[in-house]
């Protein structure tokens, strides 16, 4: 390659990768910064996205439009295939890239406890096309309900289950709750969707375990008065395509949705460097990987412990994570040696509903509508490098006044969604006639 | 069917069939509207989505949120197989519906002249998912000429050759151009984007056939202003992966879109009706089906001639038809004869580009700003049921001071982007080191 200044290699353009990029902007550097999406996405946001609330572009920024203005940054779409330490290269889908310094900021993916045959019937949300899918699923069984005419059918396409009580196994829930009891209250004619069931499943004793105890509670209470019926102590030990089996007991439902574990990206694997159960890299308190201080992993790849508790996987600590490993970057070709990152904690915060949520920001302790307002300002505030801020606000804005939900949309045909359902062939005999509602039974089939 | 009231059945909620389903929305009669879409589509602006202008949700709307409020009106999403207009029934994927009067307004889909092979390598542009598509494409095609080492190769993956020069065309040619040499113009390091050609390529012998002699004149200047190469009795013989034949020569092009032809909805075939050569039933002057009172055909659908003339397949057209529908099924329910159609003419429009189109309304023809401004207006007033006109006013305002393409998203893994190239196997044999420029050098290759 015909350059003289340094190489720094940045694989991923989430949270940690785009706040290395950034940092380095005005280091003598040359950046080649990887993903194999060509958007920033930003995350806390996403469940909005699955459940139609917002549109894939209002929470999605083109990463080459964030680092337009960085010249000494070049972006590639491209997949990396694995990392060879000793010879200082990636290997991409189709070419080959050496680095002087490499960060890898890849983020996590879904973890299903060694069942990855439940990916398929329980979808998880990590990316754009997982909250096209879980739109997709969500809107089709209302559809496949009104279409429905035995009624032991119909409540397991009524019947939605997310798995994991974490943020957002609650955010999803109740925003599933609002969708079914509001948005889409007159929508249908041969059933109520008020009369649908969501129901949260958690492993563990309590919801939000990251939070204090008091907005736990406060959590639980809101979600069950959005009509979520929120059962703790309920692992999952088997998920179909007609239900799943929680704390033993079996649940008819259509549509489960995961929420529950995260696994660091595969990449780490190719590292050999030591990593947790999780998968994730075991990094020095600088950041690098053992043995190879040219390497720095950050984000929800890294594992690091700090005062006897992980650092835990959410933006502020990626953001954090990703200046310090730039600035242990720099440091380095100045010859001076690295520092040890420290994580400050800025607080943490989930949303339930439309107009509640609960906020830990050390001393202050936020809920109900005060939570929902701090969540709404600092997520708003953090969508940086999004092309309106106040796009999306007008967005939040109509839907709350409206309770409407202007994404609703499902862009794949009816033959792939009744594909989905996979009910057993014997079924789906002849065509039969439709039993439609007499007009004056409408309502009677609403109310019954 | 538990029911006195008579069926009326309308397949399909574009402008024509939603145009019926409200014309009856104090009728004595249960409506049943099936498609097998869940939203009502505008696609006089679907050449936005393509080009990363406009979200899919500002411009699909649910049909259920549409039709609410009309309590005489069921929504099916399915997917109709065929008429029995015998047994005076309609089959879908999975049950039977029976009607007394039967609405049918499908629309049409592309038409590739009898070269089906051509549409995998030149997608048309007619419902949300071929926008995504050729979003996709386009934005992978200036992706890969990031990566590309050889001159000839970017060459073609820097062309884009349109196919047809009516609106659409014209459309998606003027908003390329406007992407290459704007909105993408600083996105990229290791080429320059401005330098990307975008050809429009029509077989007849002039753009906008349906326009007055002096708005083409005018169309075809401010295209070729914006940099659009305009090839009129330019025939396309053949379409590969590589680019396509068009007036005998051969142009290298990754990128081909489809604007040329379209063909009604299959379902006509199943009428036992007689058809035009585009598939369209041969309506009688009422829009019924000859011999089939009980059967009516709107939008693009019909076939009908009007003082010689036939009546053109535009979204006016197609609402005009279906409100005069629907006033026959009541005409028909007090026993009164139908009515023969008219087409109300409002006029046509078009844009190129960011501020400027073309209007022939009647006495009055505007071109270039006042045109643009024209279009706007008209397209706005009818976004009709959307979730909020003022959104995408802010939208365009937003894109109009900044030449910003929010929506550049690209939702598919790599993998299924380098699919697409299916360049021939040989030429990818181990990944070999992408020669990134120096920094130094970027500007010179942006500017060689």
Not at 241 to 270: F, H, K
Not at 355 to 373: I, M, P, Q
Not at 402 to 424: D, K, M, Q, S
Request: glycine share 8%; net charge positive.
């Amino acid at each position: 390659m015909s350059e003289d200044r340094p190489h720094v290699v940045i694989v991923g353009g989430g949270f940690g990768g785009l706040a290395a990029a950034r940092a380095l902007r005005r280091a003598p550097v040359r950046i080649t910064l990887v993903d194999r999406q060509n958007h920033h996405l930003f995350q806390p946001l996403l469940y909005q996205v699955a459940t139609a609330g917002l549109n894939p572009a209002d929470i999605a920024a083109p990463i080459r439009g964030i680092l337009r203005r960085q010249k000494n940054a070049l972006m590639l779409l491209a997949d990396v295939r694995r990392v060879d330490v000793a010879a200082r290269r990636l290997v991409l889908d189709r070419t080959e890239l050496a680095y002087d310094h490499l960060i890898l900021a890849c983020g996590a993916t879904h973890s299903y406890f060694g069942h990855d045959e439940w990916a398929e019937v329980a979808p998880g949300l990590k990316t754009i096309t997982d909250a096209a899918e879980i739109r997709h699923r969500v809107l089709w069984a209302f559809e496949a309900a009104e279409q429905e005419d035995d009624p032991a059918r119909r409540a397991t396409w009524q019947t939605f289950a997310v798995v994991g009580g974490g943020p957002t196994g609650v955010e999803l829930a109740g925003a599933l709750a609002e969708l079914a009891r509001h948005t889409l209250r007159k929508d249908f004619r041969r059933f109520d969707p008020r009369a649908s069931r969501v129901l949260l499943l958690e492993a563990g004793p309590a919801l939000l375990p990251a939070f204090p105890e008091d907005l736990r509670d406060d959590a639980r209470r809101r979600l069950e008065r959005l009509g979520v019926e929120v059962r703790l102590g309920a692992a999952v030990s088997d998920i179909t395509r007609e239900g799943l089996r929680a704390g033993g007991e079996w649940i008819g439902a259509r549509t489960v949705l995961w929420a529950a574990g995260v696994a660091a990206s595969p990449l780490a694997r190719t590292l050999d460097a030591p990593l947790d159960r999780a998968g994730r890299v075991l990094v020095r308190p600088d950041l690098s990987v053992p043995g190879h201080p040219e390497v720095r992993v950050v984000g929800d790849m890294a594992a690091l412990e700090q005062d006897g508790k992980p650092v835990p996987g959410v933006a502020p600590a990626a953001m954090q994570m990703g200046r310090h490993a730039a600035m242990n970057v720099r440091r380095a070709l100045r010859g001076l040696p690295p520092l040890p990152f420290r994580y400050k904690d800025k607080g943490s915060m989930a949303t339930i509903g439309r107009a509640a949520g609960v906020a830990d920001l050390g001393r202050l302790r936020l809920t109900g509508y005060l939570g929902w307002l701090a969540w709404l300002f600092v997520h708003l505030i953090f969508l940086i490098g999004f092309r309106s801020r106040v796009l999306v606000l007008l967005q939040w804005v109509w839907a709350y006044v409206t309770y409407e939900r202007g994404a609703r949309l499902i862009t794949v045909p009816v033959e792939a969604l009744r594909r989905g359902e996979a009910r057993p062939e014997p079924d789906v005999p002849e065509p039969r006639p439709l039993d439609l509602p007499a007009e004056g039974s409408i309502e009677r089939a609403r109310t019954s």
